[in-house]
């Protein structure tokens, strides 16, 4: 079977380390898709005693005119692997949960937009 070049498994995104520097461009870059944003401000919505989201359940919350199914391949492959690699949310994507990660006080203002 042929594997991944980082030696994750095929069809998992490699693991993601938060230890990249979030600056300015870097927000304004990842925040620069509705998607994301949307996905950020539904986990900070989400209660202090559910803190983690199924994949799923997120889907739903920020679907807008595409089906939830379609948003979940999106947010699986491309988008929360990308927002985990900052520490924005921690994406466990065996068990397929989400849990809201530390967002900064000053990109807070950028998720309204």
């Known amino acids: 079977m042929i594997g991944n070049r980082d030696d994750s498994e095929p069809g998992r995104p490699a693991p993601a380390s938060a230890d990249r520097e979030l600056t300015p461009q870097t927000v304004w870059d990842l925040?620069?898709?509705?998607?994301?944003?949307?996905?950020?401000r539904a986990l900070r919505a989400v209660d202090a005693d559910q803190s983690r989201v199924t994949l799923a359940d997120l889907a739903?919350?920020?679907a807008d005119?595409?089906?939830a199914d379609a948003v979940a391949v999106q947010l699986h492959h491309h988008h929360l692997p990308k927002l985990a690699s900052y520490?924005?949310?921690?994406?466990?994507?065996?068990?397929?949960?989400?849990?809201?990660?530390?967002v900064p006080e000053w990109v807070?203002?950028?998720?309204e937009v």
């Open 31 to 40: 925040l620069a898709d509705s998607l994301r944003r949307r996905t950020l």
């Open 60 to 62: 739903e919350r920020v």
């Open 65 to 67: 005119d595409r089906p």
């Open 87 to 102: 520490g924005l949310v921690t994406y466990d994507a065996d068990a397929n949960e989400v849990v809201a990660g530390t």
């Open 108 to 111: 807070e203002p950028y998720l």
